[in-house]
């Protein structure tokens, strides 16, 4: 059996479809039809208009009859009879304020935990490229596994570690937790 030879087998012609939109008829009962429709309606609104024409009431001028009234004058300001005024002025108001307690708290944040210390390490020097102290801590677990942690910390109000947590977010370094300081 010979091979096919696809390359010079023609191609099938497809048809076009007809893109000829036939013309509609025009009706001269329909075009004649419409043209009086016109015709009337603009005849009816200019008949309306026609009729209403000086058909509003004109406007009665109001008499007026009342006779204008005489402001009196504005009686004269009061004499102030209160003595606690003057009194006011003269003291002195004290208030005792508290001293703010200084808070004993601290705060630490720990940012990863790993198995190795080698992914620990490197997520330290990035955080230290940004200006943070880091620190990796190495925890024995409850089955006897070795954790290395890095923490950052400690911090004395919680606002300075949420300030660097925001910092190392904004660094692409998320997952980072606030926690007391537990020694």
């Known amino acids: 059996m ?19 939109k036939p013309e509609p008829k025009k009706s ?5 039809f ?9 005849g009816g609104f200019a008949y309306l208009l026609w009729s209403i024409n000086g058909a509003a009431p004109e406007p009665v001028e109001s008499i007026k009859t009342e006779k204008p ?3 009196k004058p ?3 300001k009061p004499v102030e009879q209160w003595q606690y005024i003057e009194e006011l002025k003269e003291k002195e108001v004290k208030v005792d304020v508290p001293e703010k ?9 720990q940012c990863a935990s790993f198995r190795q210390a080698q992914p620990a390490d490197a997520l330290r020097a990035r955080v230290i490229f940004l200006g943070i102290n880091a620190q990796v801590k190495v925890t024995d ?3 006897g596994k070795k954790w290395h942690r890095v923490v950052l910390g400690p911090y004395k109000t ?15 370094i998320n997952g980072c937790k606030i926690w007391l300081w537990n020694w």
């Open 158 to 172: 919680k606002r300075d570690a949420e300030r660097d947590k925001h910092r190392l977010q904004d660094n692409k």
């Open 69 to 71: 009234k005489v402001q």
């Open 141 to 143: 677990s409850s089955n």
């Open 34 to 42: 419409v043209l009086i429709l016109t015709v009337a309606l603009v």
């Open 28 to 32: 001269s009962a329909k075009l004649i």
């Open 74 to 76: 504005l009686p004269k």
């Open 101 to 109: 307690a200084i808070s004993t708290k601290q705060y630490q944040m």
């Open 2 to 20: 010979a091979p096919r030879d696809y390359k010079n087998r023609g191609r099938a012609q497809a048809k076009k479809p007809n893109t000829k």
